[in-house]
């Protein structure tokens, strides 16, 4: 990483500050490819509002110098929404011994400098503080291969996420909705979980 470059792990109300810098870099990143995300940013705020109501969550941010150029968020699953839980519910899982791994975003200028194995480290380390895990989680979108928004150069990330030791379950699946670029309305997506079983 470039000698400026510093992670940092932040929780609670110590996140207070970076909000709006966070909400914008999620707004930004989102538009891309698989998600195509319309957002805006008085919802950013609010759901990363839960990051700073639970003690147990945890934002783990990319800096260079003073700027937020990436982050990575992660909370115990039994603080997430139903949509998220039910599958693991269905399957039988303890939702208290599931730590899931929310999302990554990061400036595409400091991509391919190894944050993204950093954002991984650091939020399993997290989930090792607290204990008690058995499982590490997170979801991705499930775009078809045609999609219209599609780029030619476009490479999934299923590589990365196995060399860090999760595997596709597609059993464990839900259903979100947002709108996606150039849309009206919201429509449904299909998520598919990965799984990291902790030893």
Not at 17 to 40: M, S
Not at 67 to 78: D, E, F, L, N
Not at 156 to 163: G, T
Request: charged fraction near 30%; include cysteine; proline fraction near 7%.
């Amino acid at each position: 990483m470039a000698k400026n470059m510093r992670i940092e792990r932040w929780s609670g109300a110590a996140l207070e500050p970076f909000i709006p810098e966070l909400a914008r870099l999620r707004i930004e990143v989102f538009r891309d490819f698989p998600y195509l995300y319309d957002g805006n940013i008085d919802y950013e705020k609010k759901y990363l509002q839960t990051y700073i109501d639970c003690p147990e969550s945890v934002i783990v941010i990319a800096f260079d110098g003073d700027t937020v150029v990436g982050a990575s968020t992660a909370i115990p699953m039994k603080y997430e929404t139903d949509e998220l839980k039910k599958p693991f519910i269905e399957q039988g899982y303890d939702l208290g011994e599931v730590f899931y791994c929310s999302e990554s975003v990061l400036n595409k200028a400091y991509r391919g400098l190894g944050i993204g194995v950093k954002f991984f480290e650091q939020r399993e380390a997290h989930a090792e503080e607290l204990g008690g895990f058995k499982h590490i989680c997170f979801c991705c979108v499930e775009r078809p291969v045609d999609h219209p928004r599609r780029p030619a150069d476009y490479v999934p990330l299923d590589q990365f996420w196995n060399k860090r030791g999760y595997a596709k379950h597609p059993e464990l699946n839900t259903i979100y909705s947002w709108k996606d670029l150039d849309d009206v309305d919201e429509t449904p997506k299909p998520m598919t979980f990965w799984l990291k079983n902790e030893r």
